[in-house]
């Protein structure tokens, strides 16, 4: 219990040395990795489809590989977009 | 109760006291991307781009003056392999024959962002100057641009527009779904993600490569238990040297997917489909 009140005790002299625009700094913070993480969620699963999807189609046609490939990084320059956007969001709460 | 005196310990000494900060901070960012002005009006950014279209112009200017009918060496082998490049995998595969017009335009951006991206990985420069906003955004600008323009030229404004707005074959009902999207997607959507792909992307690596460099910095050159802390910092410099390799990729596929976007979008304005 008396460790208790103690970690309490921290933290609350945690907060009240903090400014405001420093607790705002330290929640958007937070919430910038927050974005990020769910940001990338999609995009990873989307890009292992499309690369695993080319995978198959030139092991199936070799000889058609070099469409197949400019075809995949299209693709995957149009997926990987939604998380590059996410990680826009991030700098934009972390650092501006 | 002796694991809650030890968190209690451990957390009076990971607070940092009021005005102190402890271990590893991470600088602001204008201290990574922003450099004094050597003068004013022109940074360490503003050089490299300028010096990337020095150095492009002049690979190619020097190629041109080879005697063409000699077997390629030096500069001009570097230059046909580069075009070679583009018109194979690039213009051949987007835009088919009738595209090969475009190949001045599509290498110079090819050879310009691969210039810009490349100096994030070589040392003592480090910064990729298309990390800032600013070329990213003018050059998808002029992408923009271009492929409207051409669009306009070879279907006619009201032909080009009426392409891009009702695309054929789809059910008239769906028009009302299709068309905003459609609008949204091409003429604004088109040129903000291509801006922000080259960008975020070489901003990310960026990142990446100042984080594990600090990390390793702070852990190799640490004041207090150093035989403990040292062993530990080798792994971030592996991982960092592994990241540089890995950067010179990103830089080559950056340049490589803005161009095939490029050559798409303006194949797609050059052949409606039917």
Redesign the interface.
Known sequence: ME?LT??AH?SA??AA?LTPAELKANSAAQMAGLAYGLAAIGPGIGIGMIFGKAIEAMARQPESA??VR?TM??G???T??LA??G??AF?LLK?A | ?FS??L??QV??KL?PA?GEGRGFSFP??NTILRWKDVVPGINKVVIIAILSALIGTVLFLVASMKDARKAPKGARNLAEIIVEFIEK?IIM??MGKSGMGWTPFLLTMFVFIYLCNLPGIIPFIQMPATARMGIPAFMALLVWVVFNATGIKHQGLFGYFKNVLFPPGVPKALYILVTPIELISTLVVRPF?LA??LF??M??GHLLLVIFALLSQSLIQAETMRFFLIPIGVLPFGLLIFLTAFEILVAF?QA??FT??TA?YIGGATHPEH
Do not use: D, H, K
């Open positions: 460790a103690r970690i921290v002299r945690v040395e070099g469409m400019t990084f299209l995957v320059a149009f990987e977009a590059l956007i990680f826009v700098i650092f | 109760m809650t005196q968190a209690i957390v009076e607070v009021a602001p960012i995998n595969e987007t993600s922000v792909r975020a992307n901003l990310a596929l490589y997917i095939v976007l798409v």
